[in-house]
């Protein structure tokens, strides 16, 4: 069953920009993790925040974690076209170590 | 690191025909594999883990009849959809846990399979 939610479910930006996608989620969890998935593609990790956590970088990526909220922000900076892909976010299953995935963002970067 | 294969990449056969799907850790053992579905700009549904050994485990609502996962080795899973009729129409995607398999570690995601029924 899905339980993360993100939003906005579309966003079109123009390189260069800054891009910000939200996930929501409804129960207690260990981790928080966002994927890419490009058009016809398996997902790729990009990002594992842990609920201890409120903040990660990497590269051009920021994730925030707010457990009291149980919500999450994926922030890429300086957005490239080749950003251009679907972001999820997702929390452990209840099902062993498998993990739900939200609805995701497809994020549209325009040169 | 951590490369997941997933084999084939496109398949459309008839109805009532059987299709299989492989997935494959190709550097690393997966004593768990997870097989999931995607329908057009969906979000991932977890259909079933799949355990090396052992029976798989499914998910609510997915029937295991159909969907026949076979976990034979630490590095390859199988996903057959067995008489497959046109709603079975879909992206198979399989994944697997590496650094250690546990909650800490990314899933690792093959790159799909297309699955067209006539």
């Known amino acids: 069953s899905q339980q993360g939610e993100e939003d906005p479910q579309a966003l079109s930006i123009q390189e260069g920009e800054n891009a910000t996608m939200n996930c929501s989620y409804k129960?207690?969890?260990?981790?928080l993790q966002w994927y890419r998935q490009n058009s016809g593609r398996g997902l790729v990790h990009l990002i594992l925040i842990r609920s201890n956590e409120r903040e990660k970088h990497s590269g051009r990526l920021r994730v925030t974690l707010d457990t009291s909220k149980k919500s999450s922000s994926l922030l890429i900076t300086a957005s490239r076209a080749a950003d251009t892909a679907s972001y999820f976010c997702a929390t452990d299953a209840s099902s062993g170590y498998a993990l739900n995935f939200g609805k995701g963002t497809s994020l549209l970067v325009t040169p | 690191g951590a490369v997941v294969s997933q084999h084939p990449s496109r398949v459309i056969c008839k109805s009532g025909t059987s299709v299989k799907i492989e997935c494959r850790s190709l550097d690393f053992q997966a004593t768990t594999m997870f097989w999931y579905r995607q329908f057009p700009k969906q979000s991932l549904m977890l259909m079933a883990t799949?355990?090396?050994?052992?029976?798989?485990?499914?998910e609510q609502g997915v029937e295991k009849d159909k969907f026949l996962i076979n976990h034979a080795s630490l590095t390859l899973s199988t996903l057959t959809v067995t008489s497959a009729h046109p709603e079975d129409s879909s992206f198979y995607i399989c994944?697997?846990?590496?650094?250690?398999?546990?909650?800490?570690?990314?899933?690792?995601f093959g790159n799909g399979t297309r699955l067209t029924v006539t």
């Open positions: 994944s697997a846990r590496g650094g250690g398999g546990t909650y800490n570690s990314p899933l690792h």
């Open positions: 129960t207690s969890i260990n981790n």
């Open positions: 799949s355990n090396e050994g052992s029976k798989a485990t499914y």
